[in-house]
């Protein structure tokens, strides 16, 4: 995936994160840590937020995999090269 196609897929996801964030009142990567600790255990035995946290823990994986992809291709190009002059869209 070039990074210009990262950057977008990633924006689009911190749209989904937010929409959690705002909804729980907590930074996905704070989210990200107290659910896999063990921390949220209670909460299972709700349906929504069962169904939410599986989502927020399965797109929060995906931006931090996009994220780890996009700065390793940066540390691997010229930034300059990789700047965008024209718009996509």
């Known amino acids: 995936m070039e990074i210009h196609d990262l950057v977008i897929e990633m924006k689009?996801?911190?749209?989904?994160?937010?929409?959690y964030e705002e909804k729980y009142g907590v930074l996905s990567e704070d989210f990200y840590?107290?659910?896999t600790?063990?921390?949220l255990a209670r909460?299972?035995?709700?349906d929504e937020t069962r169904a939410d946290f599986s989502r927020w823990k399965g797109i929060?994986?995906?931006?931090v995999r996009r994220k780890q992809a996009y700065t390793e291709q940066l540390q691997q190009r010229d930034l300059a090269k990789?700047?965008?002059?024209?718009?996509?869209?």
Do not use: I
């Open 12 to 19: 689009l996801l911190e749209r989904c994160l937010t929409l």
């Open 33 to 35: 840590a107290a659910l």
């Open 37 to 39: 600790s063990g921390q």
């Open 43 to 46: 909460y299972d035995e709700f």
């Open 60 to 63: 929060h994986e995906t931006w």
């Open 82 to 89: 990789a700047l965008r002059f024209q718009p996509a869209y």
